[in-house]
């Protein structure tokens, strides 16, 4: 019987998979740090680890679907907020087994993360997920604050209900203030981010690359702390080193 992904549908993967091809730039870190020799492919955008050399696939939301069928993966790995259904419907259609996870809490993560290597890549759990799990069974939120979490400006994006940056957050002591919203990243007015009454804004420097120079001064008189994408809204190795990380960067958090 064929595992399930995290949607519940049934993936086709062999007994022993080869050749993985992974069109989220988190899932191809998990998998590249893990069994390197898997990795057939991977987007434009998936920069981790350093120095990875695979042939590429174009990007999330425009995988190049007829290279991606030449690499002949025997696994390819997507996410359901990352990847178009589109997409994954083409793949599966032309014979490709295709493995999404779908991740909205820390819990989530690492839990769609063993299961993805084991399972759908055939590998044994990797001593960094171990690792990230016991870390974040560890973790004591800091003093509790409220926080807009922009994403993207121009026009202002934020983090709203139901994702992985706020749950990351909220176990750091930062409480979500657009986490009730009934979108999950909606556009909100500037001044109406200025004048909601967060004490903090946390600015992380992708998908748009906030800097001390671009973003800060949006919002003045309230504390604004720049952190590294990557450790707020990647789920991988990376896992283990977020919480420590991103507390010192809260902790610095500062008036521009």
């Known amino acids: 019987m064929s595992p399930l992904d995290d949607t519940g549908a049934p993936v086709p993967v062999p007994d022993r998979v080869r050749r993985v091809v992974s069109i989220v730039p988190s899932l191809t870190e998990s998998v590249a740090v893990t069994a390197p020799g898997l990795l057939a492919?991977?987007?434009?955008?998936c920069t981790h680890p350093a120095g990875l050399d695979v042939p590429r696939v174009r990007g999330t939301k425009n995988p190049d679907l007829e290279r991606i069928a030449e690499l002949r993966p025997d696994v390819v790995l997507g996410n359901t907020e990352e990847?178009?259904?589109?997409?994954?419907?083409?793949?599966?259609?032309?014979?490709?087994?295709?493995?999404m996870t779908e991740i909205r809490t820390v819990d989530v993560a690492l839990a769609s993360l063993r299961r993805m290597l084991t399972e759908?890549?055939?590998?044994?759990?990797?001593?960094?997920?171990?690792e990230a799990s016991r870390v974040w069974s560890g973790v004591t939120p800091g003093a509790p604050r409220t926080a807009v979490i922009p994403i993207w400006r121009r026009p202002w994006m934020v983090v709203g209900r139901d994702t992985f940056t706020g749950d990351v957050l909220s176990r750091?002591?930062?409480?979500?203030?657009?986490?009730g919203h009934p979108d999950r990243y909606p556009k909100i007015p500037l001044d109406e981010l200025n004048q909601a009454g967060a004490g903090l804004v946390v600015?992380?420097?992708?998908?748009?690359?906030?800097?001390?120079?671009?973003?800060?001064?949006?919002?003045?008189?309230?504390?604004?702390?720049?952190?590294?994408?990557?450790?707020?809204?990647?789920?991988?190795?990376?896992?283990?080193?977020?919480?420590?990380?991103?507390?010192r960067r809260l902790a610095a958090a500062r008036t521009y």
């Open 41 to 45: 492919g991977a987007t434009d955008w």
């Open 83 to 99: 990847n178009r259904p589109a997409d994954v419907d083409a793949m599966r259609a032309a014979g490709i087994p295709v493995w």
């Open 120 to 130: 759908a890549c055939r590998v044994p759990v990797p001593g960094w997920l171990d």
């Open 172 to 179: 750091l002591g930062v409480s979500n203030l657009y986490g």
């Open 203 to 247: 600015l992380p420097d992708e998908p748009y690359r906030f800097t001390e120079d671009d973003g800060p001064e949006s919002f003045p008189g309230i504390d604004v702390a720049l952190v590294d994408g990557r450790y707020l809204t990647w789920y991988g190795p990376s896992l283990a080193d977020a919480p420590a990380a991103l507390a």
